[in-house]
């Protein structure tokens, strides 16, 4: 195998690759999406003796935290409020705070509701349900998110995490098609990386210029991937590293081609 095909053996692969892990974190974010629509937002899930930040909407404006209240349906269950703002998204009034949970709290469902003091809304918004697990394994069996539930990972942390090795992945393509197309280069060899179809003719683009020669009316010749002669080409326009040239649409012409400055 020589340079050439070991680099374009590599290039593939790491493509490849980089197109599974692509794959794997569209569809982390789908579990993601698929579990935050399937997951009553008011639904808590906890553990004795965890602390948790609690994110929930207001029914009005408050200026102060300290005007805020909460009643839950056991006295194990603590919330701290620690601001007021707008909601990130939508712009509508929201509370911030941390709810402990007692280390002696029993496993169970415990309601939580939070409002302003002295004041009785008329649309009440629905309380929080509170599920307490006996242990961490029960509680990870109970996502809806399939990673969460058989991995203990969030699926955003999941497709995060690819996120690198999809970076790593594809740099490396970047950088093994650069190498591969000085060698050709040198070869006086070019891959196809642009066809445009117009009327009677292809508009093909390669990256070999006036630094090997080449200037408008210059001929070229065409191979395809098994190295077969697929015609000659015409060099329109020439730049030092790049040219266009036109080919007749009597014969298929794809990206990923080989133009020649001569016949093998």
Known sequence: MTTLDQISWWRNLLGKVGACCCLLMFLALLDGLAARFREPPNVLKVLPGMSLEVN?????????VR???????SPHLRLTFEAAHKGYFLGGDMWRGQLRVD???????????????GKTPARPLPP?????????????HSYKSLI????????????AGFLPAILLFFG????????????????????????????????????????QGL???????????????MGTAEVQEATATDALAVVPADREIKPG???SLRRN
Do not use: C, M
């Open 56 to 64: 929930g909407p207001l029914e009005e404006e408050v200026g102060d």
């Open 67 to 73: 005007e805020l209240t909460y009643a839950g349906s």
């Open 103 to 117: 280390p002696q709290t029993p496993p169970g469902e415990y309601s939580l509701t939070v409002g302003v003091k």
């Open 128 to 140: 929080y349900r509170v599920l307490v697990f006996a242990d961490p394994l029960s509680r990870q």
């Open 148 to 159: 969460s539930r058989h991995a203990g990972l969030s699926p955003w942390a999941a497709a």
């Open 172 to 211: 490396g393509v970047y950088y093994l098609s650069q190498k591969r197309a000085q060698i050709l280069a040198g070869l006086g060899r070019a891959e196809i990386y642009r066809v445009a179809s117009r009327e009677g003719e292809y508009l093909i683009g390669f990256g070999l210029g006036t630094a």
């Open 215 to 229: 200037q408008p009316g210059s001929k070229i010749v065409i191979f395809n991937e098994q190295e077969q002669e």
């Open 257 to 259: 081609y080989i133009v």
